[in-house]
């Protein structure tokens, strides 16, 4: 039997934080009539039936992006929705991409707590029996075409927009839920952002988008809790701090530092962009810091016109 305990905190009324044993989170939404999952997954355990543990209702199941770590159990569902520039990712992706992502991050967070925890298992899933490929039964999803703008009424007022937020990757997507003053905002922003997907002009246009948002919702949950509690929000300085550092880059004022660790490393070095790698399938990535946030950029691909900032 696939495991079904994910820790979980109702930090709302009728609004939950699944975490996936710190590889991503996963967020239910309840109305009166329906309710929302927003995001799938690594693919760990029998995610479908902890959420049926807590609510019965028609589920709507929507994807913010087509990453590994959100629809590994997107297959446990009959339909999801998810942004067309998106909807080519396999669902779920690689047994064993999965399975690696799963093990590192479980060494990371067992290290960050120190021996002797790294000897014990923490986690209550077994890596050889809870993630998995899925099972006959399983079939491809029906896959519904999420678009910007687009609402949906799970009754009793509460209504949830999807928002596009291209950046992270092209089909990114948030969540606006106004009647509870929620954004959900899957990978679109982090104290950690990997934006190098679109150029990063077109990834600070969607982020000021959000920012004028700011008056119809009081915090912003992404798609992991690295760097905030679980059921609590993302600072108030995040938002405002990575779209300070894109602009900057806009204008052409780039001071690239090392790839950081956030396990006991020192501050990342500045070094140049000659010395960049290249990350795969988008040329050279730099990380541009500022404060406690960071966002990893293609330094060939700022402006959307394809010139270099002045």
């Known amino acids: 039997m696939l495991t079904k305990l994910y820790p979980m905190v109702q930090f709302r009324p009728d609004t939950w934080e699944i975490d996936e044993f710190d590889c991503a989170s996963m967020f239910l939404l309840i109305g009166t009539e329906k309710a929302m999952l927003i995001d799938t997954g690594m693919g760990i355990g029998d995610l479908r039936g902890a959420v049926e543990m807590i609510t019965r209702k028609p589920l709507i199941v929507v994807l913010s992006h087509g990453h590994i770590d ?5 297959r446990q569902f009959d339909e999801v929705w998810i942004h067309r520039k998106d909807a080519d990712s396999p669902m779920p992706d690689s047994l064993q991409r999965r399975r690696s992502d799963t093990e590192h991050i479980a060494r990371r967070q067992k290290s960050s707590i120190g021996a ?22 399983e079939k491809m999803p029906v896959i519904h075409e999420l678009k910007d703008g687009m609402q949906f009424d799970l009754g009793g007022g509460r209504i949830v927009t999807a928002y596009e937020c291209p ?22 922003l982090n104290h950690n952002l990997l934006a190098a997907s679109m150029p990063a002009e077109t990834t600070l246009r969607a982020l000021k988008r959000i920012q004028d948002m700011s008056g119809r919702y009081d915090g912003i949950y992404n798609g992991h809790h690295d760097f905030r509690a679980l059921g609590m929000p993302l600072d108030d300085d995040c938002l405002p701090t990575v779209i300070e550092i894109l602009e900057d880059a806009v204008h052409g004022h780039l001071a690239p530092c090392q790839t950081p660790s956030f396990w006991g490393q020192d501050i990342p070095l500045t070094r140049e962009i000659s010395d960049m790698p290249a990350f795969p399938g988008m040329g050279k990535m730099i990380t541009l810091r500022r404060g406690r946030c960071w966002v990893h950029i293609n330094p060939d691909s700022i402006l959307e016109n394809g010139s270099s900032p002045s």
Request: glycine share 8%; proline share 10%; hydrophobic share 35%.
């Open 70 to 74: 959100h629809t590994g159990n997107a």
């Open 116 to 137: 002797p925890y790294t000897m014990f298992h923490l986690y209550p899933y077994d890596i050889n029996v809870d993630l998995r490929d899925p099972s006959p039964d």
């Open 167 to 188: 950046g992270h990757t092209p089909g990114e997507m948030v969540f606006l839920d106004e009647k509870n003053r929620i954004l959900f905002a899957g990978d679109a």
